[in-house]
């Protein structure tokens, strides 16, 4: 089974108004960018989503979903799509 795109909204860095889409390339995809712009939130999320492991110092997620109280919003929309491919194509 290959993991073929991650989909994350709402998750520090990402938007809570759009679920962003990253596609991994074969054999091998970079993930590069300035500091703050979420290529640790990439990972984090894999790892969350695959394991349910939380990121340290993320106290039961409160770190790792934007805050509705800074948004000025009553709820925050958040989620981790995985997109897998089996051997076959499926």
């Known amino acids: 089974t290959t993991l073929v795109k991650i989909g994350i909204q709402g998750i520090r860095a990402f938007n809570p108004e759009e679920l962003v889409q990253i596609t991994f390339e074969k054999p091998v995809t970079l993930i590069v960018g300035k500091n703050g712009c979420g290529k640790t939130t990439i990972i984090e999320s894999l ?31 958040a989620q981790i799509r995985l997109l897998f491919k089996t051997r076959d194509g499926k």
């Open 47 to 77: 790892k969350m989503a695959t394991a349910g492991s939380l990121p340290p110092n993320s106290r039961t997620g409160q770190f790792l979903v934007h805050d509705p109280r800074i948004a000025g919003v009553p709820e925050v929309k």
